[in-house]
């Protein structure tokens, strides 16, 4: 073997370019933990924002759709876990949904004029692109049993063996986006492009 191969199979072994400079830097991030720089949020359980959509819809049922809003931004579940949070998203999600168009822009308008308005906006900006994001993803539109379907191969009419219209999932998901984004629009014209910084960059996640 010649000394040429010698000195590169030492330098692929050695494999320089992988090591992070990061953690011999000791001011950098990677050194210490950096969540200890936010303030604690407190737990909260699936549970808790369970019994909270119940009564966000009652507000509804009620007539209180106004009401309903405020109840579910007020008491959005910072602390709690992945599954609360996916809840918390559906019942904001379904007060939105159940609220007419007409009457968005007169309903922000008088949230954002109250005490704490600003900052309830800024709320619904975080679920605006959190339901976004759920409504876009292919797997959130879909049930375990019709995903466990989706690998069946089509018959000769060209429709899929599974029963239901063919597109009708898609439509349901547009139709979702489409709500989210007249409120995104409706937000911003009332609260300004601010709300949209002001989400994205508050360490509080929805």
């Known amino acids: ?13 050695d494999n320089w ?5 990061d953690l011999l830097d000791p001011d950098s991030s990677s050194n210490f933990d950096t969540s200890a720089l936010h303030p604690a949020l407190d737990p ?15 507000q509804l049922r009620g007539g209180d759709a106004e009401g309903a809003l405020r109840t579910a931004l007020e008491n959005a579940p910072y602390g709690g876990d992945a599954a609360a949070k996916e809840v918390h998203l ?3 999600t379904e007060v939105l949904q159940s609220i007419k168009a007409s ?48 690998n069946l191969t089509p018959q000769s ?10 597109g009708a999932q ?18 911003v014209d009332v ?8 989400c994205m960059t508050d360490f509080r996640k929805v």
């Open 1 to 13: 073997m010649s000394i040429i191969q010698q000195v590169s199979n030492a330098s692929l072994g």
């Open 191 to 198: 609260a300004g492009l601010g709300c949209i910084t002001r």
């Open 90 to 92: 559906q019942t904001v």
């Open 103 to 150: 009457e968005m822009t007169p309903m922000l308008q008088r949230i954002f004029g109250a005490p704490g308005g600003g900052e309830l906006l800024d709320v619904l900006m975080k679920y605006l692109y959190k339901g976004m994001a759920s409504s876009s993803s292919p797997s959130s539109s879909s049930t375990p049993a019709k995903r466990a379907g989706s």
């Open 44 to 58: 909260v359980s699936e549970q808790d924002v369970r019994a909270l959509g119940q009564h966000v819809r009652q």
């Open 170 to 187: 898609n439509e349901s998901s547009g139709a979702a986006m489409s709500v989210l984004l007249s409120w995104h629009e409706k937000v």
């Open 157 to 166: 009419t060209g429709f899929s063996q599974m029963g239901g219209r063919p």
């Open 17 to 21: 370019r992988t090591i992070n400079i």
